[in-house]
């Protein structure tokens, strides 16, 4: 009878955050259709950068990215549907964890997260000024390398992105679809590049874009494998942040719809694309940063055409990154605009703007972090370490978040998941803290492997420990109140 009695309880206490949860999300402008969500989730997941980790591999990828898609990036979305299903909430993994797993989990998942897109908003910046020295030509790639500019190139980012995130999705969601319009637009022009050389027209192929032999089971190997199915295909969740900015009142069904629509896409993006990176490039020439302008500048360089094509398709891959960015900069300011609605924050930062309905304060708070991130980043380190320790420890963050996500159905409190989707989480788990322990070490040839380490862990390290105490700070001045205000 108690038992009974504990859980009635315990199900009332879930509707009730719930409840509370939909009534701030009532203040929010509703903008967004299952169209935004599809191109946002193609913005969000693909990444051009896991093409060339992937490509590392030789013809072998495939035999990786089928494990990466069957192991991980199936699952997830088993997982991300059976909870976006049952808690359709603003701000997403971080309400699904903190109503099931407890506050402080919820807290540090979405500190985590807010890291994880503040860190690869950072990396945008090393993308950018790789992008703008394909967009110049040859004999400017010292733009990459500069470390000012960089910076410069960050900061205005940084102040772009302030002032579309300010005036809301009804302009965001825009420059979102445009990014995802475009990621699929240079993805085709890969493949007509390719295509001819894959039917044996015109010039040989750099390397056979795919085979059935097996790469070797190295560290490296296995590092990679994390990378392409963590790495490259998180990112499920991410409609769900925006489930109180929905146009549809079956928030429920058009999260499903946008997840069952893009995600073949996005597995075609991977796959193929690979193969189209290897057709015009070896495996140790690649550049990692932008291995997709790299194949479209040399395909193009060889069919007498660059003049033309490098300069429109980089031009494309800038707007591409300027729309990502802002899909990354509206997930960082919802973070803590929702902890904020739990008294974990400051009011302020979730306070709303009177027209645009956006959480101003959120917004400049976060523009100010990016900029001081993006110049520590760059501090002594060329173009291709910056970007990779920022998007490591950015990663390893986001890591973090799904190990929680999919330890709820597992061992969740009130959580009664299908078998299904509890060997759905257990395969999602292994695979995330496969990348999450192999990632603290460099994929690419760096100056210092052990500075490279330190650095990686020690950010992750100090922020989740800097989150627990100032979670449980809060929670013993919010006690502390609660009891002087009985006492009086």
């Not at 939909?22 to 203040?27: F, M, Q």
């Not at 079956?250 to 597995?267: K, L, M, N, Q």
């Not at 300011?333 to 930062?349: E, I």
Request: proline letters at 5%; one cysteine or more.
């Amino acid at each position: 009878m108690t038992d009974i009695s504990a859980n009635h309880t315990a199900a009332e206490a879930f509707l009730a955050a719930e409840r509370q949860v939909e009534l701030k999300s009532a203040r929010l402008k509703k903008e967004l259709k299952l169209r935004d969500l599809v191109f946002a989730q193609i913005a969000y997941i693909v990444g051009w950068a896991w093409l060339g980790y992937a490509a590392r591999l030789g013809p072998g990828h495939l035999l990786y990215w089928l494990p990466a898609v069957l192991l991980f990036y199936i699952p997830s979305g088993i997982v991300v549907l059976h909870l976006s299903s049952e808690m359709p909430l603003e701000g997403g993994i971080y309400q699904w964890v903190k109503l099931r797993l407890g506050a402080l989990p919820g807290f540090l998942v979405g500190l985590n997260l807010w890291a994880t897109v503040t860190l690869l908003l950072v990396g945008y910046s090393s993308t950018l000024s790789n992008e703008l020295s394909y967009f110049a030509g040859p004999g400017h790639e010292w733009i990459t390398e500069n470390r000012l500019v960089t910076m410069a190139i960050g900061a205005i980012l940084t102040g772009t992105l302030v002032l579309v995130v300010r005036r809301g999705l009804v302009l965001g969601k825009w420059f979102q679809n445009v990014a995802g319009i475009l990621l699929f637009g240079i993805f085709l022009t890969m493949v007509l590049f390719a295509l001819p050389r894959w039917l044996g027209i015109g010039a040989a192929v750099a390397g056979a874009p795919i085979g059935l032999v097996l790469p070797a089971t190295t560290l490296m190997n296995l590092n990679l494998l994390g990378k392409m199915g963590f790495a490259a295909f998180c990112g499920l969740d991410g409609s769900s942040i925006f489930s109180g900015e929905c146009r549809d009142p079956d928030t429920v069904r058009t999260i499903r719809r946008s997840i069952w629509v893009a995600g073949p896409i996005i597995a075609a993006i991977y796959i193929v694309g690979t193969a189209c990176v290897i057709t015009f490039t070896a495996p140790h020439a690649i550049d990692m940063t932008t291995p997709a302008i790299q194949a479209i500048s040399r395909a193009a360089h060889d069919a007498g055409i660059a003049s033309f094509i490098v300069p429109l398709v980089t031009a494309s891959a800038i707007a591409t990154t300027l729309g990502v960015a802002t899909l990354y900069f509206n997930i960082a300011t919802r973070l803590p605009m929702v902890a904020g609605w739990d008294h974990l924050l400051p009011a302020w930062l979730s306070r709303l703007h009177p027209r645009f309905g956006t959480p101003t304060g959120s917004i400049f708070f976060i523009g100010v972090i990016a900029i001081v991130v993006t110049v520590l980043a760059n501090l002594g380190v060329d173009g291709q370490e910056a970007f990779q320790t920022s998007i490591n420890a950015g990663l390893i963050c986001w890591a973090l978040t799904y190990i929680a996500m999919f330890c709820i159905p597992l061992f969740g409190k009130g959580e009664k998941a299908p078998t299904s989707v509890r060997i759905a989480a257990a395969s999602g788990l292994a695979m995330t803290v496969l990348f999450a322990a192999l990632s603290i070490f460099p994929a690419i040839a760096v100056k210092n492997p052990a500075l490279f380490t330190t650095k990686v862990g020690g950010v992750v390290l100090a922020l989740n420990l800097a989150g627990a105490v100032y979670f449980h700070r809060v929670r013993r001045f919010a006690n502390s109140e609660e009891r002087e205000a009985i006492i009086a």
